[in-house]
């Protein structure tokens, strides 16, 4: 295995607000090219916010009828009933609730804070962002439009901020990968010491995704940036889903 050189993470400035309908592809495309172009091998790290935004992922709270069950959840939470209601629509089943946190396991399997529903950053709480339906399918409906307009594809990853259990803070993670498989298997390779390693497998898209997010922030308006030098495996068939752990093996469901 070649050693990874420098990785450089350079953020695309300049897209503004996107809103339903928009060319996602054909904008960042103007902001990869006010950097430059795009190199061979970058990987797009891209904010589920703005992919939610041009598919149209938008809910207008004041159309939401809550249920008592909603109603009920938001005395403890001390948030919107209709707020509630969109993260119970979202959601699959509920993981845990309590003082006033709903984490719920959503419809892609995701198990997060309120179904990945957000407010922030979205036309000032009046309207909230779901996750995209297929953030895989976004990815690669991305990666084949920027295709077409370079002499080669960039792998894509599509990121979400999530909570995690037993450690404060949040971390931006991949819930959306083309191009690139997002994990990274080390099993039976041996280490310096001569150890073989059985168990060592990687998330290197939610490191990337992670990593980038230093570039992006949540309140700088960059909601995009390309990763550059970064020698990951291409695939065709690889997706986001490798990175959710199959409920036979989780020690925690």
């Not at 979202?90 to 995701?110: P, Q």
């Not at 179904?115 to 976004?138: F, H, I, K, T, W």
Request: with cysteine.
């Amino acid at each position: 295995m070649t050693p990874q050189s420098e990785i450089r993470i350079i953020p695309l400035r300049g897209i503004g607000e996107v809103r339903p309908g928009d060319d996602l592809a054909a904008i960042l495309a103007a902001a990869i090219d006010a950097i430059g172009g795009l190199a061979a091998g970058d990987i797009l790290v891209v904010t589920q916010k703005i992919v939610s935004k041009a598919e149209g992922r938008l809910v207008d709270p004041a159309t939401i009828e809550p249920s008592p069950f909603a109603q009920q959840i938001a005395l403890t939470a001390k948030k919107d009933a209709r707020y509630q209601e969109v993260v119970l629509r979202e959601s699959k089943r509920i993981v845990k609730m309590a003082n006033g946190v709903l984490i719920t396991e959503t419809h892609h399997g995701f198990i997060c804070a309120n179904s990945g529903v957000d407010e922030s950053n979205v036309d000032g709480g009046r309207q909230l962002a779901l996750l995209p339906v297929d953030p895989d399918a976004s990815a690669a409906a991305l990666r084949t439009a920027l295709a077409a307009r370079y002499d080669h594809a960039p792998a894509v990853i599509i990121t979400d901020t999530f909570g995690r259990p037993w450690r404060e803070g949040q971390v931006n993670v991949a819930i959306g990968v083309a191009g690139m498989a997002p994990l990274r298997d080390f099993a039976g390779i041996d280490d310096p010491y001569g150890y073989t390693m059985h168990a060592t497998l990687i998330a290197v898209a939610d490191e990337l995704a992670a990593a980038a997010e230093l570039v992006m922030g949540k309140i700088d308006r960059v909601p995009a940036a390309l990763v550059r030098g970064y020698q990951y495996q291409p695939s065709e068939t690889a997706t986001a889903r490798q990175l959710l752990r199959d409920p036979r093996f989780d020690l925690f469901r």
